[in-house]
DNA sequence: ACAGAATACGAACGTTCGTGCTAAAAAGTC
DNA sequence: GACTTTTTAGCACGAACGTTCGTATTCTGT
């Protein structure tokens, strides 16, 4: 890796916290400069345009969602376990990553979402793989036998982001202690719903 | 009513509207004078300070919702049915009070949670405001008999402000016109766990 | 109709925005 | 160590930002 690279994960790194505090849109290139200890054409030579470095972040974020969300994941069984796990690494992941504000992906589901162009396109895409996931291990653990046969995987993934974001306004908007817990309340709720009968 | 206070509430119409589709930090005085048709120090006179204005939408906008989703659930008896209403009515407020984008109330939640200032204190008090209300249609919900007795209700209105998230996310960044379906699914199974027995 | 107040405008302020251009410094190659 | 390529800094630009000020216009009460 050559030091352009380096210097440019350096600064996407930095990107991230920014982005976490102020938002994807609220990243201006002077700020991210300052922060990172460069200057902003230094800065700005490694992307070319604003937007591609917003991209850019973008997909990094991403990588670390998964990074911490997913990857982790993997170690538990197939199934009821596995989605526990997911749900609750969902619900820490930036504190995890030490993220001094929110998911960078969220603020600019909000940002964007009547923006229509590139960016709004990566958010959406980025989310949508997010569910995606979601959904396929819902969908392990159902062919597991811990959810019923009949759950109706879609929506079932819907009900998970919900919770999830409203964890999230609880806690950063509301300071409220209890968002974690009262979201694993939640979801227990949620499988209990979906728990297969006995007899089966 | 004078001629000032006439074109300031004009001018905050406009800017529900455009805080709407660009957020509450993104509305720069500058476009809303455009939007408004009048000139920048004309309409920055009226507010003194952007963050002034900036407060103002914010009450204006919790007007508007409480004039969308709370007062015609009054109609409707008190208990399950007003708090179906309450749904029903928060899930499609922005498109009845013809709002190009997104509630800005919420929008204003994400941008603001991590800047602290007199505008975070006012969106925070104003959500809260809203689930506090909501909590008090859940409790009359519990007292009429619709709900069970032990329903947790602070853990019932957490639920439901998730489904609402997520339904906006579904609704307005994936355009998914099962999002509102879906929500009121979700929905009623979240009553349905919460049905008293039948003996009582 | 007229005086006084309320309201709106145009111009300008200093700053920051994103983005070019050019030259210096650093890194990589032989 | 010299040469080439890559990376960074400096400077300038036009536009938009929030804000101030002095002046013009319009409203309001009498």
Request: aromatic letters at 6%; hydrophobic letters at 45%; a neutral charge.
């Amino acid at each position: 890796m050559g030091k352009g690279e380096e210097t440019r994960q350096a600064i996407l790194d930095q990107a991230i916290a920014l982005a976490s505090e102020v938002g994807v849109s609220g990243l201006s290139i002077g700020a991210l400069a300052d922060k990172a200890g460069m200057s902003k054409s230094g800065l700005f030579a490694h992307f070319g345009s604003k937007e591609e470095m917003q991209l850019a972040v973008l997909r990094r974020s991403q990588e670390r969602f998964a990074e911490y969300v997913f990857k982790p994941a993997l170690k538990e069984r197939r199934g009821l376990p596995r989605l526990r796990a997911l749900m609750t690494n969902w619900l820490n992941w930036t504190e995890k990553a030490r993220l001094p504000g929110a998911c960078p992906l969220n603020s600019a589901a909000n940002e964007f979402d009547d923006q229509p162009g590139a960016v709004r396109d990566a958010v959406a895409a980025g989310l949508a793989e997010g569910r995606r996931m979601l959904g396929n291990a819902v969908r392990l653990a159902v062919e597991a036998g811990d959810l019923r046969a009949d759950t109706d995987i879609e929506q079932f993934v819907f009900e998970l982001v919900g919770i999830e974001l409203v964890a999230m306004q609880s806690q950063r908007l509301f300071r409220d202690k209890q968002a974690i817990p009262r979201a694993l309340d939640a979801f227990e709720r949620l499988v209990r719903d979906h728990q297969p009968s006995r007899k089966e």
